[in-house]
C-alpha cells in the first residue's frame, strides 16, 4: 500500500516539476523545442451591431381648429301687437293725419295756399331781385323779415312785399318757413278733429231728434210756399246748383260733392247736407256743410257742427 502512494507521490512531484519547474531551466537553457506551444485564442467576435434606419417623422398637420363663433343672443319674442280697439257703435273716431313731411312731399311740393307768407331770414342774404329784365341786389340781415311767394325746386321765391313784382331766391333752410308752417299744421289738426267731432255729434243728436220727434201734422212741415226742396233723378238738388253757381258758396262746388243728403225740417226751416272735398293747405279732405233752405231759397251755408258759415 506505501509502495502505490509513493508512486503516486512520484508521478505528482515529476509532472509538478515538468510543468512548472522545466520550462524555466529549458528557458533558460534556450531549449525551444520544450516550451509549450502558446495557444493563441482567437478573440471573441463582437457581435454586428444592426442599424435600423428609422425615417423621420412626418409633419403633422394640424386640421385647422373650428372658429368658435360667440354665441348669439336668442331672439326676443315679438311682443303681441294690440289689437286696435273697435270703436263702439255711433262713438267718434279721430282722424289719422300724415306727418307734416309726408303731406308736402318732403317739402319738395309745398302748396300754392301756403304763400303768400312772411318769413324770417335765419342769416344774412345778399338778394338779387329781378323785375322784368331789370336786376337789384339788396341785402337782408339775420332775423330780417322777407315775403315767401312761392317755391322753385328747394329754393323759395321771395319779395320785398306781397304786392312787388321783385322776386329773388333763398334756400328753405335759410328761412323759419318749415316752423311756421308746421306750427300751423300742428295746430289746423286740432281744429279739424273738433270740427268733425262737432258734427259728429251733431249728426247724432239729429238722428235722436228725428226718432223721438211726434209724428208731423198735416202742414206742420212746410207752408205752401216752404215747400221741401225738390231733388232730381241723379240726386242733386236744382236749387242747391243754382245757390252754388251765382257764388253764394265759393268753397263748395258740384264737382267736389260725394253726397248729397236727405232734407230734414228743423224749426221751419230744410237743411240739406252734403259731404264734400275741399283742398286745404296740407291736402284734401272731406267736409262736411248744410245748406239752410226757406220758402225755396237758400238762406246760407255753414259747416256741419260748428255752425260757422262757409265762405
Do not use: C
Request: net charge neutral; no cysteine.
Amino acid at each position: 500500500m506505501k509502495g502505490i502512494l509513493v508512486l503516486i507521490l512520484a508521478a505528482a512531484v515529476g509532472y509538478a516539476a515538468y510543468q512548472y519547474v522545466y520550462p524555466q531551466i529549458a528557458d533558460a537553457l534556450k531549449f525551444e523545442k520544450h516550451k509549450p506551444k502558446e495557444v493563441v485564442v482567437a478573440p471573441k467576435p463582437e457581435p454586428k451591431k444592426e442599424v435600423i434606419v428609422i425615417a423621420p417623422p412626418k409633419p403633422v398637420v394640424e386640421a385647422p381648429k373650428p372658429v368658435m363663433e360667440p354665441p348669439k343672443p336668442a331672439p326676443m319674442p315679438e311682443a303681441p301687437k294690440p289689437e286696435p280697439v273697435k270703436p263702439k257703435e255711433g262713438e267718434f273716431v279721430a282722424p289719422n293725419f300724415d306727418p307734416i313731411d309726408v303731406a308736402t312731399q318732403n317739402w319738395a311740393a309745398i302748396p300754392k295756399s301756403a304763400f303768400p307768407r312772411p318769413v324770417k331770414l335765419k342769416k344774412d342774404l345778399n338778394l338779387q331781385m329781378k323785375i322784368g329784365n331789370s336786376s337789384a341786389a339788396t341785402q337782408v340781415k339775420a332775423g330780417g323779415t322777407i315775403v315767401a311767394v312761392g317755391q322753385e325746386g328747394t329754393d323759395i321765391l321771395v319779395s320785398p312785399t306781397e304786392t312787388s313784382p321783385m322776386r329773388g331766391k333763398v334756400g328753405l333752410d335759410d328761412t323759419d318757413l318749415k316752423e311756421v308752417l308746421t306750427d300751423i299744421y300742428e295746430r289746423w289738426k286740432v281744429a279739424r278733429t273738433e270740427t268733425l267731432r262737432r258734427a259728429h255729434d251733431f249728426k247724432l243728436a239729429a238722428a235722436e231728434r228725428a226718432k223721438n220727434a211726434p209724428p208731423p201734422t198735416k202742414g206742420a212741415t212746410a207752408s205752401a210756399g216752404n215747400d221741401k226742396p225738390a231733388r232730381d233723378a241723379d240726386g242733386t238738388y236744382p236749387l242747391l246748383l243754382a245757390s252754388m253757381k251765382s257764388g253764394q258758396v265759393t268753397e263748395i262746388k258740384p264737382e267736389t260733392i260725394k253726397e248729397w243728403g236727405e232734407p230734414q225740417m228743423t224749426d221751419g226751416v230744410w237743411t240739406v247736407i252734403v259731404k264734400y272735398e275741399t283742398q286745404t293747405m296740407f291736402g284734401k279732405f272731406d267736409t262736411e256743410a248744410q245748406a239752410q233752405i226757406k220758402n225755396g231759397k237758400v238762406e246760407k251755408w255753414i259747416y256741419t257742427g260748428s255752425g260757422e258759415e262757409v265762405p
